[in-house]
């Protein structure tokens, strides 16, 4: 029995989905304990590509998937996604699928405060996928979200949408907004509930009789540490914690979760959306990691901003998750380089830093200091062997191990699920 969580180290695509499928194979159980469908997880399996959002990666293997209560959830995105998903093949029954019957709900008010609340920020807006994902944590902290099981209790429903709409539709006058209708969105709610409560149940108790049943686990992050939003780039983060200790209390399986952490990161560094990037490339090395690595985001299109490796900001993610390997992914990309650089510290008025600062000017002032190694300007694509890398290959995957402190796991070549270097198998270790 092996409890596996991955998460992004850097700021979210670095590639979770693929990892997360190789690895669902040998889970038993596959769970998601924070954010909602603003996650974008592409997975290629046998030619078919998965578009997902908010359901786990083990539902396109079968696996039983939870979502957890640490979750947002939309139900008409789910219902959506579910119908998408079930197009190309894949079973969704109440059998494989189970959410948290204590999850918030993102419901469109959510979604229209997002995208109002980005459109008046003009220059200072966070770069968010108007998902409604932020209003609907806040309502959540805030005591006044609607929650998932809360559709199965028909009479206590209009005192909870009076109370929220109390604060929504004071904010709405205030933003010169049409105002919500409470017995619409009542009607609203109980036509999606036939959708959505299936699924759900106190997933706290399943997982722990699946813990006790012998089972194993594979916790999948979305988005990145560099989103976290106590040890992101905040403001500029998303509205969840997605450090690793997040699968503990966004799931209720606490702290026996946990037998190994990965930490997903690219070859390389990419960034959707406002807010620093001390090492971007705005020059034609970024458009071409751009173009050779695809990188337009999975849920929005947006291009991505691209730039160099920066081990200083890993470091951080991967002390505060307690990342044990990296997974490493896209080598294959940077294979037409003549030279590739790695941020090792940073340079703030006259001084060094090895760690990143806190505020906000002086995230945006620093300078990286690069170290630079010689590119390897062959192909890598689809290599599954160490030893058949190229040898400044080699050397660029030794010296990212040296600088942040941990072992890589797992290389990536390619798209394909099977194009995977294994260096040191989770599973075996644990
Ligand atoms: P929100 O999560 O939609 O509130 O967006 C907040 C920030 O997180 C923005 O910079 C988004 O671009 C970023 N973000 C949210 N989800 C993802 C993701 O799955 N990948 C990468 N960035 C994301």
């Avoid at 998408?84 to 699928?97: A, F, H, M, N, Q």
């Avoid at 209390?249 to 952490?261: E, I, L, P, R, T």
Wanted: charged share 25%; net charge neutral.
């Amino acid at each position: 029995m092996t409890n596996i969580v991955i998460i992004g180290a850097q700021w979210g695509d670095e590639g979770k989905g693929k990892i997360v499928d190789w690895m669902s194979e040998k889970a038993d159980v596959v769970v998601r304990f924070q954010g909602g469908h603003n996650a974008g997880h592409t997975l290629v399996v046998d030619g078919t590509t998965y578009k997902l959002s908010l359901l786990p990666s083990g539902i396109v293997r079968g696996k039983l998937s939870v979502v957890g209560n640490g979750v947002v959830v939309d139900p008409w995105a789910l219902k959506d996604e579910m119908k998408r998903i079930s197009d190309l093949g894949v079973k969704i029954t109440p059998e494989v699928l189970r959410i948290a019957e204590n999850a918030a709900l993102i419901l469109p008010l959510h979604r229209e405060l997002d995208q109002m609340r980005e459109a008046a920020a003009g220059k200072g807006k966070i770069g968010t996928t108007g998902r409604g994902i932020g209003p609907a944590y806040e309502d959540k902290v805030a005591r006044r979200a609607i929650r998932v099981g809360d559709l199965a209790e028909r009479e206590s429903l209009p005192g909870k949408i009076e109370r929220l709409l109390a604060h929504h539709n004071a904010l709405r006058k205030g933003m010169g907004e049409a105002l919500v209708d409470g017995e619409a969105l009542y009607r609203q709610l109980i036509e999606i509930s036939e959708v959505i409560l299936p699924f759900a149940e106190p997933v706290w108790k399943t997982l722990d009789e699946q813990y006790k049943a012998g089972k194993s686990f594979l916790f999948e992050g979305a988005q990145g540490s560099m989103l976290d939003n106590d040890y992101g780039t905040y403001p500029f983060v998303t509205s969840s914690n997605t450090i690793a200790g997040q699968a503990a209390v966004g799931s209720g399986m606490g702290m026996k979760a946990v037998d190994h952490v990965i930490g997903v990161v690219k070859a390389y560094t990419t960034r959707v959306g406002s807010g620093p990037f001390p090492t971007e490339l705005f020059d034609e090395t970024g458009d071409l990691i751009r173009s050779e690595g695809h990188e337009f985001g999975t849920v929005t299109g947006r291009p991505r901003r691209t730039g160099w490796f920066d081990a200083v900001l890993v470091r951080q993610a991967i002390t505060v998750s307690g990342v044990h390997g990296l997974a490493v992914m896209k080598l294959d990309v940077l294979d037409k380089l003549d030279e590739l650089k790695i941020c090792v510290g940073y340079e703030h008025k006259g001084k060094r830093l090895d760690t990143y600062p806190m505020g906000l000017n002086a995230q945006a002032e620093v300078k990286p200091v690069y170290e630079t190694l010689p590119g390897w300007k062959s192909s890598t694509f689809g290599i599954r062997d160490f030893a058949r890398l190229p040898e400044n290959a080699k050397k660029y995957i030794r010296r990212l191990e040296e600088l942040v402190g941990v072992p890589v796991d797992v290389i990536s070549t390619s798209p394909e699920r099977e194009d995977v270097i294994i260096i040191r198998d989770p599973y075996a270790k644990a």
